[in-house]
Nanobody, 124 residues
Framework: VQLVESGGGSVQAGTSLTLSCVAS????????MAWFRQAPGEEREGVAT???????VYADSLKGRFTISRDDAKSTLYLQMNSLKPEDTAVYYC???????????????????WGKGTLVTISS
């Protein structure tokens, strides 16, 4: 199983960025996928999940600005991030839970596989 994130970079506050995560080595379309992030000096936190049926769950603080989506034909997970703020600066991780439906909540304890992350830096 391999998860490879891309799309990170340094952008200014107020702009948008889309992250991608390409999955391989397992039947991607049938499993729950998620995005997490870890800011400098902080614990990793859940951003959003999307199950095999397209049902999404977001962290309350990010609803309305972030959108998770998936393209099963491309085995790719996306995170569209709008109106970015300096506090969104973090390493963003893609993760997979080997379950058709995502477990309740957005917890890293539910995830079975992780990517290595992509750094997003937002300047004011």
């Amino acid at each position: 199983v391999q998860l490879v994130e891309s799309g990170g970079g340094s952008v200014q506050a107020g702009t948008s960025l889309t992250l991608s995560c390409v999955a391989s080595g397992y039947p991607y379309a049938t499993f729950c996928m998620a995005w997490f992030r870890q800011a400098p000096g902080e614990e990793r936190e859940g951003v959003a999940t999307i199950d095999s049926e397209g049902t999404t769950v977001y962290a309350d603080s990010l609803k309305g600005r972030f959108t998770i989506s998936r393209d099963d034909a491309k085995s790719t997970l996306y995170l569209q991030m709008n109106s970015l703020k300096p506090e969104d600066t973090a390493v963003y991780y893609c993760a997979a839970e080997f379950s058709i439906h995502c477990s309740s909540g957005i917890s890293d304890r539910n995830m079975d596989y992780w990517g290595k992350g992509t750094l997003v830096t937002i300047s004011s």
